[in-house]
């Protein structure tokens, strides 16, 4: 007990962390009724590294103690308070006065959530030692495991919650191997352990040789042609393609095939999402522009925009750049460039790092009563779902794990939100947890939140309860 | 010159034709620039045939001859009016309060347009004798020369008009076949030629072999498992299927792959379209009952579905079957049972027309220098965009027609409207006119101009006038 004193006094003093309440963000409307906090958990006082976060507590205006789930955007280098929290599942989301409007669909009704801009280098966290932006899995892994003992030090009455790992895209290596450092955490001697119950990967890039390949959804969606099919599949392929890019090794016939990809596809469709509309203005001032004809266009746009405004980036990207909510969230002006962008900071990533096959990882955390869940956007080209889905199959075969559901329609109250499959534990456990979840988000982006609130949050609501998604139109 | 008079005096006596004038329908405003006409023309005065069309005028502010275009709808045995003129592309659809809403996309805008309920027994057309509502391929296309000739008589103004021939699905199948009687009538001695000019296919059934297969499509848009997908491609697959249904030999192996494939995709999914929610309310009268959390599901639905509204089926159905509505039609209730149904008339038609493979007819067409829109709406699942584009692939390389343009997206104003790609002429000729154009509408259904209005005006103002679609955001 006094050795635990000690520690505390020492960490208090050694570290720069501070927790902070978020009196006021700038544009919210003022009947919030839970609490916001940002700021810094130092992960390494030594180097000066520090990781910043926005946590939101959960919504509920019951007594019932909501779980707490940390949230990860991928990249490597892309930030979570830009997309996980103000373009996907936060509380907020930039309007185009300025001013925030309300999500409807936030996750915080359903937990506390946490966001973490990792690892070092992505959005507000910063070092102040330059070398600390070379980074890769192993160290992301460590120092989020940091940021998690760290933070809970400061927010010592989620000690005893239950904890949830969730992330998209890259963080398909970030939360499995972060999930893997917790359950070694847990069972050391002598700790306090972290109530990890389960984990969500959406659109996930898992396994190069997988994940990646895109080529019969992009014919299938019409975006190549039949010839670039042929090519892909005798030629080059995209985990070939992606293989030579993080070993610097360039064939001239993957090039060709590439560039003809990209010219198939287009400069102005995206591969987050195929059925996305571009944004037609680029800041307010020229949007108020668009009258006559174009504003006419510019209004049918943005009502065809209705599962993902192609504009929201954008605001997103003036707001976390006004001084004043930099402020507000408590953002270190010593320490931090005062430029926020979403995906281009100083950190650089050990980029062989993307040939890891995580796979094998994921197994053994459903080996260790784990539960995951892989969930994908169907209108995603850069991990499609038919990949996601081969690998959930995959681990259920080689893990002898049991169909609990037949492949088929889930329901976002009375709508069909995708597609699902469940699996759970062998006959030999004589045990039918879930252990292993796949769900198609029908309509969704690569950020499936950004186009698909509602069915994001049926989907996370399942998730944090441990309960199937709804296989029947809910009344 | 006299037999000519003669005849047209024998014609007038002996039909029941009649071109009448829509004074005003039901529910649409007053301010409407152009007429509208709807009626019978007979095209067979023994047996008392008598094919229901409506006619919309172009709207058009300028002197410029607009052409005619011919609307045929599919099934076999669906409605023009319903589909063509009230869903898809005419000038009104029916809103939720009964009133009539004007379509800002309407093809009108580009042409004058005659949908016309064929064959005998579809919609509002009938025959004074049952047995004719045993019908068939050739007999349609017959049918259907004999409606456009004594149209013409009735509408003489129009005989000198550039026309076109254009229609989704089943007239995939009445399109080419009426196309091809039309280019014989053409070369026949002494005859008033009709100015055929180009014809469009929208997601056509064209070779039982191609168009229909789906397995890939549903698989990779994470409507069927990848088991599913397996059985499709080992035990039976859709042609297979669809031809075992039309020549009446079932076998149990396709039944339960298909019986499998229709639980995957789940009943609240609809094969027209993958992306489209399910209509939440079948009445106004229940619609309005609609408050609380109920009715905050049903806004979030009706704003989702701005890419189709799911309840509109239902309200033309409605429409339809308002005795004032079917009176300023000029519906005859001599002849006709006073309910309209979209596809659930008394026509029986020859299924095994299903299994015939139109492919060479529409080569013929090309070159006779018959111009060819091949498009597709790419969530549509009954005809996959995979297979009318391997399809238009075929034809070019069979007629050695020359690629006019890449593969790659086009534009409708400032967004991508879809993918397309071109063909002309062979070297040989000379000519470099387009001749085949293949064409995906993004995000559109089995009926694109349903989902996708804009987009459809842009892709049928190109086929009209003969140009190619914009490949580059427009101005």
């Known amino acids: 007990m006094a050795l635990r004193f000690f520690s505390l006094i020492f960490f208090l003093f050694c570290s720069n962390s501070w927790a902070e309440l978020i009196h006021f963000l700038p544009g919210q409307h003022k009947n919030v009724s839970f609490n916001q906090y940002s700021g810094y958990i130092v992960t390494d006082a030594r180097h000066g590294r520090a990781l910043f976060y926005y946590f939101v507590e959960a919504d509920s205006n019951t007594d019932e103690l909501k779980p707490l789930t940390?949230?990860?955007?991928?990249?490597?280098?892309?930030?979570?308070?830009?997309?996980?929290?103000?373009?996907?599942?936060?509380?907020?989301?930039?309007?185009?006065?300025?001013?925030?409007?309300?999500?409807?669909?936030?996750?915080?009704?359903?937990?506390?959530m946490?966001?973490?801009?990792?690892?070092?280098?992505?959005?507000?966290?910063?070092?102040?030692?330059?070398?600390?932006?070379?980074?890769?899995?192993?160290?992301?892994?460590?120092?989020?495991?940091?940021?998690?003992?760290?933070?809970?030090?400061?927010?010592?009455?989620?000690?005893e919650s239950d904890f949830f790992l969730a992330g998209e895209s890259y963080a398909g290596h970030y939360i499995p191997q972060l999930a893997a450092l917790l359950v070694e955490h847990n069972k050391k001697p002598n700790i306090e352990p972290v109530n990890l119950k389960a984990i969500a990967l959406g659109n996930p890039l898992l396994d190069l040789d997988i994940s990646v390949l895109a080529g019969d959804f992009l014919w299938s969606h019409g975006a190549i042609s039949d010839e670039t099919l042929f090519l892909e599949k005798t030629v080059c392929n995209d985990s070939k393609y992606l293989r030579e890019y993080v070993h610097d090794k360039w064939s001239e016939g993957c090039n060709d095939v590439f560039n003809r990809v990209e010219d198939e596809v287009g400069v102005d469709v995206g591969l987050d999402d195929l059925l996305l509309p571009t944004c037609l203005s680029s800041s307010y001032a020229e949007q108020l522009k668009l009258k006559g004809k174009l504003g006419k266009i510019h209004s049918a746009v943005a009502k065809r925009a209705k599962k993902g405004d192609p504009c929201l980036e954008g605001r997103i990207l003036t707001y976390l750049n006004r001084r004043e909510v930099q402020k507000a969230l408590h953002v270190s002006t010593t320490h931090h460039p005062s430029h926020w962008a979403f995906c281009e900071g100083p950190l650089v990533?050990?980029?062989?790092?993307?040939?890891?096959?995580?796979?094998?990882?994921?197994?053994?955390?459903?080996?260790?009563?784990?539960?995951?869940?892989?969930?994908?956007?169907?209108?995603?080209?850069?991990?499609?779902?038919?990949?996601?889905?081969?690998?959930?199959?995959?681990?259920?075969?080689?893990?002898?794990?049991?169909?609990?559901?037949?492949?088929?329609?889930?329901?976002?109250?009375?709508?069909?939100?995708?597609?699902?499959?469940?699996?759970?534990?062998?006959?030999?456990?004589?045990?039918?947890?879930?252990?292993?979840?796949?769900?198609?988000?029908?309509?969704?982006?690569?950020?499936?939140?950004?186009?698909?609130?509602?069915q994001a949050?049926?989907?996370?609501?399942?998730?944090?309860n441990g309960i199937p998604l709804p296989r029947a139109p809910q009344n």
């Open 457 to 464: 949050l049926t989907l996370f609501h399942s998730f944090v």
């Open 70 to 112: 940390l949230w990860l955007n991928g990249g490597p280098g892309c930030s979570s308070l830009g997309f996980g929290a103000f373009m996907e599942h936060g509380p907020f989301q930039p309007g185009e006065d300025g001013t925030l409007i309300k999500n409807e669909y936030s996750w915080n009704l359903e937990s506390n």
């Open 114 to 159: 946490l966001y973490v801009e990792s690892p070092i280098g992505v959005g507000f966290s910063y070092s102040n030692t330059s070398k600390n932006y070379l980074w890769n899995d192993t160290q992301t892994a460590q120092d989020n495991l940091m940021f998690i003992l760290n933070w809970l030090e400061e927010f010592p009455q989620y000690k």
């Open 349 to 454: 990533y050990q980029e062989d790092n993307l040939d890891m096959n995580l796979i094998p990882l994921v197994s053994d955390l459903i080996k260790e009563a784990i539960p995951v869940l892989l969930y994908n956007g169907d209108q995603d080209a850069k991990i499609p779902l038919t990949q996601t889905r081969i690998i959930a199959n995959n681990i259920a075969k080689d893990l002898k794990l049991v169909p609990l559901t037949e492949y088929g329609t889930w329901y976002d109250n009375k709508q069909v939100g995708g597609w699902t499959k469940s699996f759970g534990a062998t006959e030999d456990r004589k045990n039918y947890a879930t252990y292993l979840t796949f769900a198609t988000v029908r309509g969704a982006a690569h950020e499936v939140p950004f186009t698909s609130h509602s």
